[in-house]
């Protein structure tokens, strides 16, 4: 039997369990280790333990060892493992029929960016998708951040299938989502270059010197990759439009912000992540992670999302709460009210509630 534990993102553990445990030693020893941490479980009481190690005080559901939302957490994670695996498998599939029919990179792009666009398939799965057809075909990473950029904004067709009219196009909820994420991602955008910076701010160098000393480094080839990443897209002139020196500027603007903050440290170890993570990306998936690094330590930064991805996380959230179906309904239409989804539409959300 394997270990039931999970590693780096959420990867299951592939070393056998022991003897008559769910996990192996290492995360056996380590799950131990917390439970003793977490202390006693009460009669009826929840198994789970808080994010500040202590065992959770509230009443297991009937027949479970844990409340309504452990319960929903252990799903949730759950579900992202399966999600996971199968968007693994979607991108191998696809990409190996798009490889096979020699299908043009740019076309395979444009092909996956349309089904993105109807909501037929994740973002991962697209992204990952376009990149291993396209550097099967031998293009740079350059080249595809290139003309990602100048196809992004737009609704491409169908690689087979008619026009498409007006008509459809209004009724698309990705069109509409497409332009109220990038409002307001311009807005935070316009906030973070507004951020006055010192004449002798050498960026580069501080963010080398900082992140060496105050961030994880896992080895020193990541490290250097990440700094080298950094300072390709610093030097790069294009990014939205050209000779707009949009990453460099943003770059810079935040390092001046970081020095200000009272979160100093923080955000240095915020911002050396982000850029781990932006590795392999478009530009704009650099603009994206640089404005994320001041989400949760300035309120004027906020992770852009449509009203239809807050209503998601919202109802999500909602579901895990000790209330009665009733409540929740009455909760739920608040929401639904605040985010402007269409009445016709309502029905579809609160009926999970009352079933």
Known sequence: MKCVSVITRGTPCNKEALEGKERCKRHQAAFDKKEEKAGPIREGGCHGIKADGKRCDIFALEGSMLCRKHTAMIDAT??????????DAEIAERSKVLIRDAVPWRIALQMVLHEWRQNTLGPRVFWQTALQVAKHQGATTQEIDTYYDGIRFMIPLPFQGGKRGLADLAKDPQNIHTAEVSSQTEKMTELLLSEPIPPEQNTLKTLFIKCIKLCKITTMKKFLTTMDDM???YEKPWCIKENDFLYKRLLDASVAKIETSEHKIALYKRIYEEAVESLGMCCQGHLSR???????FDDAFKT?????????DEMATLSTMDMSPDEMVLVAKTI????????EEWSQWTQAFVE
């Open 78 to 87: 759950r579900r992202a493992a399966e999600r996971k695996v199968q968007e």
């Open 304 to 312: 852009p999302i449509s009203a239809r991805e807050a209503l998601q």
């Open 231 to 233: 300072n390709t897209w």
């Open 336 to 343: 639904l009210q605040r985010l402007a989804i269409p009445t």
């Open 290 to 296: 640089l404005l994320n690094v001041f989400v949760g």
